[in-house]
């Protein structure tokens, strides 16, 4: 049974490296759904979110070669835990001044932001669970979509338990410090519930 | 004479802080890396390499006739001597890519071998500059990392880094890309003194005590064990643990075609290769053992057959094996441990009581008994394994023995019968034709003290009998048998028994003269098609010191059996008739 896995990864910050990671993805056959990159609080370290249609047994063999690479710090297949997983939408609305207010209304609802405003068309801003985004789209659909760009999911685990830390090899292993994550915890604003 | 030296304790680096070469680094770095031999062709990119390797007169550098064998070249010269690392040299674009399948071939079979390639300046890097190619890109999947440097700093800790990833877990190849310009560029050279450490590569962890309790007992209640071995066992060293471990627990154990070699074959607890092309009666032990238990090794199709079909009467798998996404990849274990063989079987052994099943060690036998690994002797015809039979009289359990790919291959496999473990290498995973010869080369210039015989096809043979230049002016003591069918002979066993009897593009009656051909570079060389001249010819080869090419005209239509028709299960064997 195919199902979305979400992969946590933390790799080098290094040229390259995005290459051989969806290399090691494709070798195996696997089709990635997103993939998002980009940096960490420590500047030689990079995460990357992806999420890929596979089963429970694939997804283990995709994560085991990920984990080989020598430019892969750590993987973590966060699929069902406590993760917030958001990712971004910028989406292009047609919105003349007859419907300008119906669109603004539902973004409202979504949190969303206006971020340009033009004669025919705004750009809206909207972030939130996969799900959500999903949801938001669907219903801007009768008002006519412009364009659309998704930043693909980023996420991290809730709790105090920060992966980061974990890399420091002169920690002994399996004595995570504790490293408190900003409490900016916005589950509560999403109207789709959580993954 | 052949110059080769064992690899030394690292020497001592040059002296600090002067001005050196991005070239000269390299050769400091290889120096301390305990590098003495390095397999390699010259061209633009590297050429301020070369430039500079006369002044190092302590690496003895062997200039190979095509980049694909400097490839198999430090392949076999890793593989044959464990803690070995090959070294291969190669200029950019053709250069590079000519490695390509040489580094595939290390990468499948885990082998450490580290790869230094001439890149055009990093300034004209992306430029599509004359014999720029994109080594990274094309090398990725068959490395097990690659390095483009940039920087003059980065060349010494690349190089650190490179070693030790090759060498470290599941060994592989290693690849450096390194800029023209940065080989000539300069600074002030400080040679490292801290051990690499790669925050995204640990150490294999301790085996964990509960698993091993697990494991113990499980050898304890099992009624039918079977133990399989892989390379990992080579590779760790952990032959003399395995063997503790099946005469204490009385465990028959069998081989994979990379394991050969490491379970001594005429030790009464010794099945034999299992799979494809594996022997009868070890196929019918895998197939009604109660316990399994797989150490180093992969489980690929050619041990399984259909999967469906592999040990369908086991309670209990157990896997060992240090790459963690080798565990379940194929056959799912009940039990596993991600470990060093060596470590684990360590551990394991003071855990496992004495025992012994008598009625499965009896049924076995009897198993074997009706299975032997046997030939057909047909019209007078040279078979192969009468060839075999005296080259193998004549290893005294030591000779290192290297097969290429196809029917020659399988036949060396099953006739390999040393009483103590020992080396048998060929090319198991990517199946290179080609592989033998030049690794040949390598395995004998790692080992000057051991005799080395080179068994290959003359399909396998012309594939990279360039080496022959190389083997002569080095004078390399390898003897080379070629057991010559006068044809592609797995393809056509493969078309004669699974498709349709159809011969198409097999037949290699025009192969050459091989005693012309070898005569030609300078090589002793003898042929024959009668059993008489075997050992005779054999003898003649061990004698003579240098390169020596024996030609086998054998059976032209003699097969490998047993075989598991493709599509069948591990039962279906079809065996010699
Ligand atoms: C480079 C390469 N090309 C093709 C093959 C497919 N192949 C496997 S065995 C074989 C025949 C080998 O013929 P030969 O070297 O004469 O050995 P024989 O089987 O006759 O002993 C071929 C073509 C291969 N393994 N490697
Ligand atoms: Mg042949």
């Known amino acids: ?195 | 004479m052949i110059q080769a030296r064992p690899d030394t304790e690292a020497e001592e680096p040059a002296a600090a802080k002067r001005p050196l070469t991005g070239a000269e680094i390299v050769f400091e770095c290889l120096l301390a890396e305990g590098v003495s031999t390095i397999f390699g062709y010259p061209g633009g990119a590297n050429l301020p390499l070369y430039q500079h390797l006369p002044s190092y007169p302590q690496l003895h550098h062997v200039l190979v006739r095509h980049e694909q064998g400097g490839a198999h070249a430090a392949d076999g010269y890793a593989r044959s001597r464990r803690g070995a690392v090959g070294v291969v040299f190669a200029t950019s674009g053709p250069g590079a890519l000519n490695m390509v399948t040489g580094l595939a071939t290390a990468y499948a079979d885990s082998v450490p071998v580290v790869a230094i390639t001439g890149q055009v300046a990093i300034t004209a890097v992306g430029t599509d500059a004359f014999q720029e190619s994109d080594v990274i890109g094309s090398t990725m999947s068959v490395t097990k990392h690659s390095y483009l440097v940039t920087r003059i700093e980065d060349i010494a800790p690349t190089i650190r880094e490179a070693f030790h990833v090759a060498r470290s877990g599941r060994p592989g190849p290693v690849l450096i890309d390194l800029p023209k310009d940065l080989q000539q560029a300069t600074m002030e050279f400080e040679p490292a003194t801290e051990p690499v450490r790669l925050r995204s590569f640990p150490e294999p962890p301790r085996p964990d005590g509960m698993k091993l309790r697990r494991i113990a007992q499980l050898i304890s209640e099992a009624r039918r064990p079977v133990m399989l071995i892989g390379r990992g066992v080579i590779i760790s060293g952990a032959e003399t643990e395995v063997m503790e471990l099946a005469h204490r627990a009385h465990i028959p154990t069998g081989w994979t075609l990379l394991g050969t070699g490491a379970f001594p074959v005429r030790d009464p607890l010794a099945l034999q290769m299992v799979g494809f092309m594996g022997a009868g009666f070890t196929n019918r032990a895998v197939c009604d053992a109660d316990l399994l238990i797989l150490i180093g090794m992969r489980c690929d199709d050619r041990v399984t057959t259909r999967l469906d079909s592999f040990a369908p009467r086991v309670e209990h798998i157990v896997h060992i094996d240090i790459d963690p996404a080798e565990i379940g990849k194929n056959v799912v274990p009940h039990v596993s441990l991600v470990a060093d063989a060596k470590t684990a079987l360590g551990a394991l052994l003071p855990l496992v009581e004495p025992k012994r099943e008598h009625e499965w060690l009896t049924t076995i036998d009897q198993w074997r008994e009706e299975h032997p690994i046997r030939f057909v002797h047909r019209n007078g015809l040279l078979q192969p394994q009468e060839v075999l039979i005296e080259m193998y009289r004549r290893c005294q359990d030591e000779a290192i023995v290297l097969a290429d790919v196809g029917l020659n291959q399988i036949w060396a496999a099953l006739w390999f019968d040393y009483r103590k473990p020992g080396r048998f290498l060929n090319s198991g995973g990517t199946g290179t034709m080609g592989y033998a010869f030049p690794a040949s080369m390598g395995a004998k210039l790692s080992n000057p003290d051991k005799t080395v015989f080179c068994i290959s096809g003359e399909g396998g043979f012309v594939m990279n009998m360039q080496e022959m230049a190389t083997m002569v002016e080095q004078n390399i003591d390898v003897n080379v048998l070629i057991l010559n069918n006068a044809s592609l002979g797995m393809v056509r066993q493969f078309q004669d028994e699974f498709y349709g009897g159809i011969r198409s593009a097999v037949d290699l009656s025009f192969t050459p003269d091989f005693v012309k051909l070898g005569e030609a570079f300078g090589m002793k060389a003898m042929t024959t098609d009668r059993a008489a001249d075997v050992g005779p010819m054999l003898d003649e080869a061990l004698a003579h010191h240098g390169p020596v090419l024996m030609n086998f005209d054998i059976d032209r239509d003699a097969n490998v059996y047993p075989i598991v028709p493709l599509g069948k299960g591990m039962l279906d064997f079809v065996e010699a008739s």
Do not use: C, W, Y
């Open chain 1, 1 to 195: 049974m195919s199902q979305s896995r979400l992969l946590s990864v933390l790799v080098e910050n290094k040229p390259g490296v995005l290459n051989r990671v969806a290399s090691a993805v494709r070798r195996r056959g696997f089709n990635i759904d997103s993939l998002s990159v980009g940096p960490t609080d420590d500047a030689s370290v990079s995460r990357m979110t992806i999420t890929v249609q596979v089963g429970r047994q694939q997804a283990e063999q995709a994560t085991k070669q990920l984990a080989k690479l020598i430019d892969v710090i750590t993987i973590d297949d966060v699929t069902g835990q406590r993760v917030v997983a958001h990712e971004l939408l910028l989406i292009r609305m047609h919105a003349p001044h007859s419907s300008r207010r119906d669109v603004l209304d539902i973004v409202d609802i979504f949190r969303g932001r206006v971020v340009d405003i033009a004669v025919e068309s705004v750009i809206v801003e909207v972030t939130g669970s996969t799900e959500k985004v999903d949801n938001f789209i669907e219903l801007m659909r009768p008002f006519g979509i412009k364009e659309v760009a998704r930043s693909g999911a980023v996420a991290l685990v809730r709790g105090d338990d920060a992966r980061l830390r974990l890399l420091d090899f002169e920690l002994p292993s399996g004595e995570p410090e504790i490293h408190p994550v900003s409490g900016d915890d916005d589950e509560a604003v999403d109207t789709t519930g959580n993954v």
